[in-house]
């Protein structure tokens, strides 16, 4: 019995000193980290619904971090160690810009230096002056651009930085993000709205804002100014692309097949335009190894893609049976609709100029497609969710893009063979008005 309770102390002293206690007293050693009080962990919904009282109060999360709610004001997060004998406390920033999850992790890296034998507080205000300069806008910026990096393409990425150092950088770029003014942000957007860029002037807002946001959640600034100023900048006058109708459909099937001034591969990618509505730029690019005859999809990998998302287009029976008519004419190119040489795609006019010969100048573009489709599934019944999703508009809720991608496709592929569908009892319909029709002379000019 003796010999079992000194074993006892014995692992009781053990984890004693472990946890910062001596022996044999375990008494408390003055430098390593408090033992933690034992609090059950916080919700994001208990931090989220904490509301105002008389007096400040403290929820605690455990491991020293806890969330401090004011009287008045937004709620902050501290974490609480000891370090040489002394209690200290660490500011994390304030809920919401700084989450539940980032608390911890910010707790847990606190808590690696203390047992480290560095002190969190001291390293952040020797870090101070060279914090100076990455608080600069354009810093902070490249920052940004960086963590896009990961979801942009390459290609978006520069063009985002190309117009922050054209239209931003040279007035705001080396200012502390802290300072800059809503009047200051409102001078960027004046100059850019001043050439008649006005388009421009907007997207440059919405990125500054972006910037400012981002400054805002890493905690160098409290005052996002660039989204102080949505709705200044003067609107262009939306011009829709010119689209047919659903009642244009018949005809223009007709004189898509009849006439003779274009080449069989652009008739067969306008065809392919109307059964996939693609944007014209993703079809212009795409490469027979995109398509999977076996799975019956073309999937189109995101640096290729507008929103630099990557996007799968079901194939119907249809859009099958004229990837493979146009295999018979350009199987020897890596694109599908490439150029004379082989090396690169079609350019961005060949199919917009076919549009024209054939007399569609300012009634139809390869966009418009897009818009037809959209519009007659839309009539036909069709869950405008999974509209939008097979056109690849950005759905900015992250969580419901997710869920989007992996419910709907099997939608999308009943959707996209109902659209052929419909397409062929137009050409039916054409067929049938075209024999009561009289003959009438084609017009022969050079095919594109």
Request: charged share 30%; aromatic share 8%; net charge positive.
């Amino acid at each position: 019995m003796r010999r079992g309770s000194r074993l006892c102390a014995c692992i009781r002293q053990f984890f004693g000193v472990l946890l910062g206690y001596s022996a044999p007293s375990l008494g408390y050693i003055p430098g390593s980290i408090p033992m933690p009080k034992l609090a059950k962990p916080l919700s994001e919904t208990q931090v989220r619904n904490a509301k105002a009282r008389d007096k400040t109060y403290k929820l605690f999360d455990g491991g020293g971090l806890y969330v401090e709610v004011p009287t008045v004001g937004s709620k902050r997060w501290r974490f609480k160690y000891s370090f040489e004998g002394r209690e200290k406390l660490l500011s994390f920033g304030t809920y919401p810009d700084v989450s539940l999850s980032d608390a911890r992790e910010n707790r847990d890296d606190a808590r690696k230096l203390v047992r480290n034998g560095q002190d969190p507080s001291a390293l952040r205000k020797a870090a101070k002056p060279q914090a100076i300069a990455s608080r600069t806008f354009q810093s902070i910026a490249e920052e940004w651009l960086e963590k896009k990096r990961l979801s942009w393409s390459e290609k978006h990425v520069k063009k985002v930085r190309t117009s922050l150092e054209r239209d931003a950088f040279p007035a705001i770029g080396s200012r502390d993000v802290a300072t800059i003014q809503i009047a200051d942000m409102l001078d960027v957007l004046r100059k850019v709205e001043a050439r008649g860029a006005l388009d421009v002037a907007a997207r440059i807002g919405q990125r500054c804002a972006s910037v400012f946001k981002f400054a805002k959640q890493t905690g160098r600034c409290s005052v996002n100014p660039a989204s102080e100023l949505s709705g200044v900048v003067k609107q262009r006058k939306v011009v829709h692309r010119a689209a047919l109708s659903r009642a244009d459909i018949p005809e223009f099937l007709r004189n898509l097949e009849s006439y003779d001034g274009i080449r069989s591969e652009t008739r067969i990618g306008l065809r392919l335009l109307m059964l996939t509505f693609v944007r014209t730029g993703e079809l212009r690019g795409a490469l027979w190894s995109e398509i999977n005859f076996d799975d019956a999809e073309w999937r189109i990998p995101a640096e290729r893609m507008k929103m630099g998302d990557a996007h799968v287009v079901p194939l119907a029976r249809q859009t099958i049976d004229a990837l493979k008519e146009l295999q018979t004419y350009t199987s020897w190119s890596q694109f599908l609709l490439p150029n004379d040489d082989g090396l690169k795609p079609i350019s961005e006019n060949t199919m917009l100029f076919a549009l024209y010969r054939m007399g569609y100048h300012g009634r139809a573009t390869g966009h418009g497609f897009r818009a037809l489709a959209s519009t007659c599934l839309n009539e036909m019944g069709w869950n405008p969710d999974v509209i939008e999703r097979q056109l690849a508009h950005l759905e900015r809720n992250k969580v419901r893009a997710a869920y989007n991608r992996a419910t709907y496709l099997v939608e999308r592929r009943k959707m996209m063979q109902a659209w052929a569908d419909f397409i062929d009892t137009q050409r039916e319909r054409n067929v049938s008005s075209n024999q009561r029709a009289p003959s009438g002379n084609k017009r022969h000019v050079a095919a594109v």
